[in-house]
């Protein structure tokens, strides 16, 4: 194991360059189909392509400095937040393969619940929606929060892009789900860590109306020309979580037990192999294992604008659009991961020890 982590350390940047390549990680080696003992990279392709096809320089190694590679198909990663209003945020549904829920009416997920609990949607006044994962305390104070993810609770902020700032509206259920500011304001945004993309970022709110006004008076005076603003991000900032607090208005409004899973009772870190479950806004309750540990993913935001996340987890499919947000859990409910990506064929999620790091809480 410490010798795959050497390799992936050193080795990461070119897999990840390659064409088709969406993730590399730790995993097991599956031969004709059946999973083996042995572990392996694990290299995420968006889709096998023949070798044939090829150039020599573009494919996969059958292994890497004496380390067999692996490689599985599993589509286009994205973010998992709800679908209504993809165009505007940039999230979509995946039309996962995940099975059907195990446990819980789904429609309950989608509506106002007070208290309201993890599993159930939230989402930032300006997004669509996603999951209320977990309450947790602030490390100094012992104050509850809302934890989820930052582009659940906070637009997926970089934090220099006006998209949100702490002091934001946080509403259960979230606007797709028909939650308003005036009803159902539950929380205020805390704090975030922020999202580092690369590509073209869509402005905030105020700069697509100085957009539109500027095109209206360039439309008027008769020229052709446009005019698109645009934030340009560091093209290879690397993240290890998308990770946001909410401050409830009444400590009263929340409570700490998971839906359909009841209260978390620590952390534990992923184990390849390890049967997890998780309780969310669109899926209910799923269950899955996990795949690949150690995991650089390139993320989909919209268009050709991704985020590259480091030492992330893969299950196999868990999850549609709009469990953003959920915590992912052992067999004994503890939390292992905050899930916040995915595509029909994988769930991608944070390391849960990484995000309580990140935002000085405790569950």
């Not at 582009?151 to 002091?167: C, F, I, P």
Request: glycine residues 10%; neutral net charge; contains cysteine.
């Amino acid at each position: 194991m410490a010798r795959i982590s050497r390799v992936l350390e050193d080795e990461t940047l070119r897999l990840m360059s390659l064409p088709n390549v969406v993730g590399v990680g730790r995993g097991y080696k599956a031969t004709a189909g059946v999973r083996t003992s042995a572990e392996c990279i694990v290299v995420l392709v968006k889709q096998k392509v023949p070798g044939r096809v090829l150039e020599a320089q573009d494919m996969v190694p059958a292994e890497v400095r004496g380390i067999p590679t692996d490689v599985v198909e599993v589509g286009e990663i994205r973010f998992l937040g709800a679908r209504v209003g993809a165009a505007d945020h940039g999230e979509e549904n995946v039309s996962s393969t995940v099975g059907a829920p195990t446990s819980g009416s789904c429609a309950r997920r989608l509506e106002r619940m007070r208290p309201a609990r993890p599993g159930v949607s939230i989402g930032h006044y300006q997004t669509t929606a996603g999951t209320f994962g977990a309450v947790v305390w602030d490390n100094k104070t012992g104050e509850p929060f809302i934890l989820s993810c930052n582009h659940v609770l906070a637009n997926a902020t970089s934090g220099r892009d006006g998209r949100a700032r702490a002091g934001d509206p946080i509403v259960q259920p979230g606007a797709a789900d028909g939650g308003t500011v005036e009803r159902d304001r539950i929380a205020v945004l805390e704090r975030f860590v922020p999202i580092h993309m690369s590509g073209r970022v869509p402005a905030c709110m105020a700069s697509r109306a100085a957009e539109k006004a500027m095109n209206n008076w360039l439309r008027a005076t008769g020229t052709s020309a446009r005019v698109e603003i645009v934030i340009r991000q560091f093209p290879f900032a690397a993240n290890t979580v998308d990770a946001a607090l909410a401050r409830p208005l009444r400590p009263d409004s929340i409570e700490p037990s998971i839906l359909d899973l009841g209260e978390l009772r620590g952390v534990t870190e992923p184990e390849l192999g390890m049967a997890v479950r998780k309780s969310g806004r669109t899926t209910g309750v799923t269950t899955g294992e996990i795949t690949s540990v150690d995991t650089t993913v390139r993320v989909v935001y919209s268009g050709n604008v991704t985020a590259i996340f480091r030492d992330q987890i893969v299950t196999s499919p868990m999850a549609d659009g709009g469990d953003s947000g959920s915590v992912l859990v052992d067999a004994e409910v503890r939390a292992v991961g905050l899930l916040f990506a995915g595509s029909d064929r994988s769930t991608i999620y944070n390391r849960m020890t990484s995000v309580l790091d990140a935002l000085g809480v405790t569950t």
